[in-house]
């Protein structure tokens, strides 16, 4: 498959353990936030989003912990699996504007058996 | 499978010349993106549009330029290519375009220019 950012910072942990992935976005303007998971080979593939009026999100296995003080967001995976393994990236959209997604340079998540 | 089609998955072509990349967005979809993700760069946003309309731009190079069929198809249309424009090219749609909206990516087309 296609290698995507072969520099990117890359995150490992065990199987099983508990993963986070942080990011901090640049626009304090931005009112909505979504992570994106990205495997070898594929496009980006919405996991979960958040808006600026809240600052946790729960989904099923993942979390998004939104701190609009220090512009900073968080991607929280329980129980991490072997095909959570890919790129995540962290986007962000200024208030009032259309679906501009800013993307972030994105973390490597390599998950160990 | 998100329901977006990018058309062809891999393009080689010599330095200088002009490549035309199509998207076909998911049923119903009114809003179109094209983004550019280079090793070096990320995910960088082109350009999108909805309903036919160009809506926002973002970094794109004058030699590049797209449109929207009234079928909702995109045409990413790179011209006077550069060795740097290799890159992966994704399309992604949205229903409305509006921001909160939750786009969905097709699997890109590897351009390489040599």
């Known amino acids: 498959g296609e290698s995507v950012g072969l520099h990117l910072p890359t995150l490992s942990v065990q199987e099983g353990d508990n993963s986070i992935i942080n990011c901090a976005y640049s626009n304090s303007a931005s009112d909505y936030f979504i992570w994106y998971k990205q495997e070898s080979g594929k496009g980006p593939q919405f996991i979960i989003d958040?808006?600026?009026?809240?600052d946790k999100r729960q989904g099923q296995r993942v979390t998004v912990l939104l701190n609009k003080t220090v512009k900073h967001l968080s991607l929280q995976i329980a129980a991490t699996q072997p095909g959570d393994s890919a790129v995540y990236f962290c986007?962000?959209?200024?208030?009032?504007?259309?679906?501009?997604?800013?993307f972030g340079a994105g973390t490597r998540l390599a998950v160990h058996p | 499978d998100s329901g977006v089609t990018q058309t062809p998955k891999h393009l080689i072509t010599a330095t200088g010349q002009r490549v035309t990349l199509r998207c076909s967005p998911r049923?119903?979809?009114?809003?179109v993106y094209w983004y550019q993700q280079s090793l070096d760069q990320g995910l960088q946003f082109l350009i999108q549009?909805?309903?036919?309309?160009?809506?926002a731009k973002g970094n794109i190079l004058e030699r590049f330029s797209a449109q929207q069929f009234p079928d909702l198809h995109s045409e990413l249309n790179l011209s006077s290519l550069e060795l740097g424009d290799s890159a992966l090219y994704f399309c992604?749609?949205?229903?409305?375009?509006?921001?909160?909206?939750?786009?969905?990516f097709g699997q890109g087309t590897r351009l390489t220019v040599v």
């Open positions: 049923s119903g979809d009114l809003s």
């Open positions: 958040i808006r600026s009026n809240m």
């Open positions: 986007a962000e959209n200024e208030a009032g504007g259309y679906n501009k997604l800013i």
């Open positions: 549009y909805y309903n036919g309309e160009e809506r």
């Open positions: 992604a749609s949205s229903g409305s375009g509006q921001v909160g909206t939750e786009a969905f």
